[in-house]
């Protein structure tokens, strides 16, 4: 069967004509086709991402794949927006069944370190080539924008290799995550590169075959360093000196991975559920916030000569009992305004012991908050559109949903 790539190949001088290939410049029917291939593997690396960060067991890498989640969003958009303006199609719509076929197999890696060989020496080396290619095609005045759009792209897929390059480095099993890395390099060649140029490549190798299919774990998964404990209750707390409540203050925000895993756990799922792109770009910007703010909790407790070593995973194992709508309803209609009212006396205390440090990360924790709760409304109303419930009815659900799983009616919005 002949594809729009053999024909490039082969018939090169009537395709120009049609504005698939030139000696200088790219035309418009092929950059929509590089550009929708560029929105789709990035958008899969938002949910390979999502997934292994519940997975990973080294809570620091879990901190970058959240920061990295957020710059795919970012590309995602860039690129979406430049395609409004050519004459394209549906980005969606338009994949390569191989190439789509080769994505999915990233989040079947054997293990952390294998995933992130894979995932940033594969597939983000191999998009980061495909991304230098075309900007060294594109003719500076046609493909302005073009030009203007991938240099703003290539500094952090370049910046995530160099993140994975020094990560590996302590990799345990090295000879596990390079054979998974030879089998995903396999069969890129196999199919004809990010282009797909062949048309009859299983896209398998002996290692695909033999790999154990990913299942989003049900709970946060940590190496020894970090339990599944108690966090000190809020009036507990209030009782303390103001040096030990920082410190308990900071474990509640190095607990905030809970959060972050919650919104990880609804992008994981919305890929398969037809949710529109806006709804991921804005969960994973909330994703993005909650892993920032663990890592506040990481950073500060360290600076006050402590180490983060529990988190309480009650209410995310509670979450994974919830549909995806009551999960959303929960994080950012149930939680988020339950703990709201304690960021601004929470800033106000450390702005009047001039505990500046702790003050700065309480003072953007709580902007954020805002606009999680916010953005959830939004898309709840969004979601509910064609649905005989509202939010009312959804909190209602989702609190029935706890009491079921405790056998007891739950008071307590939070244990912590």
Not at 62 to 73: I, L, S, V
Not at 123 to 141: G, Q
Not at 149 to 169: D, M
Not at 343 to 350: L, S, V, W
Request: contains cysteine.
């Amino acid at each position: 069967m002949e594809t729009p790539e053999s024909r490039i190949n082969t018939n090169s001088n009537r395709n120009a004509k049609k504005g698939y290939i030139m000696e200088k410049g790219i035309g418009v029917l092929e950059l929509v086709d590089r550009l929708r291939r560029c929105a789709y593997i990035e958008k899969m690396s938002i949910k390979h991402l999502s997934g292994w960060f519940i997975a990973a067991p080294t809570y620091e890498y879990k901190h970058t794949f959240g920061y990295h989640a957020w710059n795919h969003a970012e590309h995602v958009d860039w690129i979406l927006n430049r395609l409004e303006l050519l004459r394209g199609g549906h980005s969606g719509a338009n994949v390569d069944p191989l190439l789509e076929q080769w994505l999915s197999v990233f989040l079947d890696a054997p293990n952390q370190y294998a995933f992130i060989r894979g995932s940033y020496l594969v597939l983000k080396k191999s998009l980061l080539d495909f991304y230098r290619e075309t900007l060294e095609r594109c003719d500076t005045a046609a493909n302005a924008l073009d030009v203007h759009l991938i240099k703003r792209i290539i500094p952090e897929i370049q910046e995530q290799i160099k993140w994975a390059n020094g990560v590996l480095e302590q990799d345990p099993d090295p000879k596990t995550s390079a054979k998974w890395e030879q089998s995903l390099k396999e069969a890129l060649s196999d199919m004809g590169g990010i282009l797909v140029r062949t048309v009859h490549a299983s896209g398998e190798t002996q290692t695909f075959k033999l790999r154990k299919p990913f299942l989003l774990p049900n709970e946060i998964i940590f190496d020894d360093r970090i339990q599944n404990k108690p966090i000190t209750p809020h009036e507990q707390k209030l009782k303390m000196s103001f040096e030990d409540a920082v410190v308990e203050q900071f474990r509640v925000f190095f607990n905030e991975v809970y959060a972050a895993a919650m919104a990880a756990t609804i992008i994981f799922e919305s890929f398969d559920k037809n949710i529109p792109w806006g709804f991921i770009r804005d969960i994973t910007r909330q994703f993005w916030d909650e892993t920032r703010h663990s890592q506040f909790g990481d950073i500060r407790l360290k600076e006050l000569g402590l180490k983060p070593d529990r988190c309480n995973q009650t209410l995310f194992k509670y979450s994974l009992a919830m549909p995806l709508v009551n999960r959303l309803c929960y994080l950012t209609m149930m939680l988020e305004p339950h703990f709201m009212p304690r960021k601004k006396p929470r800033f106000n205390e450390y702005m009047e012991a001039g505990d500046v440090r702790s003050m700065l990360f309480a003072d953007h924790d709580w902007s954020d908050e805002i606009n999680h709760v916010k953005h959830g409304k939004f898309w709840l109303d969004e979601l509910l559109k064609d649905d005989a419930r509202d939010i009312d009815v959804l909190k209602e659900e989702t609190q029935k949903i706890i009491d079921r799983i405790e056998g007891k009616h739950v008071d307590e919005m939070s244990p912590f």
